[in-house]
């Protein structure tokens, strides 16, 4: 982290939620193949899940409906969809923070930055009503300065909107800031909000190796940027 910064700590720090800091994989499939058995339809299993988490609640309850990563929007009716994402919504609630756990060294680190000054935000896609819980239920909620969810503005990741507003609310100019992610959807937000980003090897990219988006550092475990 500090070879970044020629040799100092950045002024602030932006974390992604799952597949980051956190391996939620586990509730959100609870969350989908509770959905899915209520419509009468086969479980899609932890593997799938992995794959279509990280572009926010609709769109993995979009591809559970239709088994692909990139449905045309159409694909399902909307009454369908509506009825569905109910589900998952109800059954979410009461899965999210059940099975997840934080990555080795992630509470290190956070502890690490936390006393040497620097600041630090959740930028996620998910929706704010089950981050925050998430955030509670490991008890890492206190770490952060500020926490934007996939719904706290008009629009999410990979848009460079939510990075710009927690820069500003932060009062951190881009090339003191520092995008911490694990997918496309995090270095395109960060190389276009203009602010150094690194990935985690491990999280959730769709199938794809983290290290075909050029981030400007893949790290293989949080221990490494100690």
Same mark, same amino acid.
């Given at each position: ?100 756990? #934080?990555?080795?060294? !992630?509470?290190?680190?956070? +502890?690490?930055? $936390?006393?040497?000054?620097? %600041? *630090? ?39 460079? #909107?939510?990075?710009? !507003?927690?820069?500003?609310? +932060?009062?951190? $100019?881009?090339?003191?800031? %520092? *995008? ?47």
């Amino acid at each position: 982290m500090r070879s970044l910064f020629n040799g100092e700590l950045p002024a602030c720090v932006m974390f992604d939620l799952d597949g980051t800091l956190v391996d939620s994989a586990l509730d959100l499939t609870a969350a989908v193949d509770n959905m899915l058995q209520a419509l009468g339809r086969e479980p899609a299993g932890e593997d799938k899940v992995r794959q279509w988490v990280g572009n926010g609640a609709p769109v993995l309850v979009m591809r559970a409906l239709t088994g692909e990563m990139y449905p045309a929007d159409d694909a399902i009716e909307p009454e369908l969809f509506q009825a569905a994402f109910e589900v998952f919504l109800s059954a979410y609630t009461q899965s999210n923070g059940r099975y997840s756990k #934080l990555y080795p060294g !992630v509470e290190e680190v956070l +502890l690490h930055l $936390q006393h040497a000054g620097v %600041l *630090m935000a959740v930028v996620t896609n998910k929706p704010m009503a089950f981050t925050t819980p998430l955030l509670q239920a490991l008890k890492i909620d206190h770490y952060f300065d500020q926490v934007l969810g996939g719904d706290s503005l008009p629009v999410k990741k990979p848009d460079p #909107l939510p990075l710009r !507003v927690v820069m500003e609310t +932060l009062g951190c $100019q881009p090339e003191q800031a %520092l *995008m911490l992610g694990d997918s496309r959807n995090d270095v395109l937000a960060a190389r276009a909000a203009g602010c150094p980003v690194v990935c985690v090897s491990y999280g959730y990219n769709h199938g794809e190796s983290v290290e075909n988006c050029s981030p400007d550092r893949v790290v293989d475990s949080f221990t490494e940027l100690m």
